[in-house]
């Protein structure tokens, strides 16, 4: 992929705001975090025009609550339409980590995270998105 260069000007305020992302992503320089910003924004309106979109569902609960999983497992069920993968992972004696791969559009996408972050006993839940 070749870059092209061009020059930005931008209010001292707003600088600051830049660069502070920068150093709080641990991006190497503003073209980076640029980069990612447009890359962000350019993925969140493919989301708007309900776009074929692939993605993640994060979630983290106390696996010693069994139920979580099965709603989780049903949910995924009437969903497997847009579920690719799920890995699940141990974060210590009671903390675990599901993460769901999902491809479909941005609606139905955002449809099934809903309700799995939505599960009682979910303590972290997370939808990421990207273009494919």
């Known amino acids: 992929m070749s870059v092209s260069r061009?020059?930005?000007?931008?209010e001292e305020e707003l600088l600051k705001s830049l660069d502070d992302y920068v150093a709080e992503?641990?991006?190497?320089?503003?073209?980076?975090?640029?980069?990612?910003?447009?890359?962000?924004?350019?993925?969140?309106?493919?989301?708007?025009?309900d776009n074929?979109?692939?993605?993640?569902?994060v979630l983290v609960f106390n696996i010693q609550k069994r139920d979580i999983l099965k709603k989780s497992s049903e949910i995924q069920f009437e969903y497997s339409d847009?579920?690719?993968?799920?890995?699940g992972f141990y974060?210590?004696?009671?903390?675990?980590?599901?993460?769901?791969?999902?491809k479909g559009s941005s609606r139905r996408l955002t449809e099934i995270s809903e309700k799995l972050i939505g599960i009682k006993g979910i303590e972290h839940g997370k939808l990421i998105m990207s273009r494919t």
């Open 25 to 49: 992503n641990r991006f190497a320089n503003r073209s980076q975090a640029i980069r990612q910003l447009i890359e962000k924004y350019l993925a969140e309106e493919k989301w708007k025009c």
């Open 6 to 10: 061009f020059g930005v000007s931008l």
């Open 52 to 57: 074929i979109v692939a993605g993640a569902v």
């Open 91 to 102: 974060l210590n004696e009671t903390n675990y980590m599901e993460i769901i791969a999902v």
């Open 82 to 87: 847009v579920v690719l993968s799920v890995q």
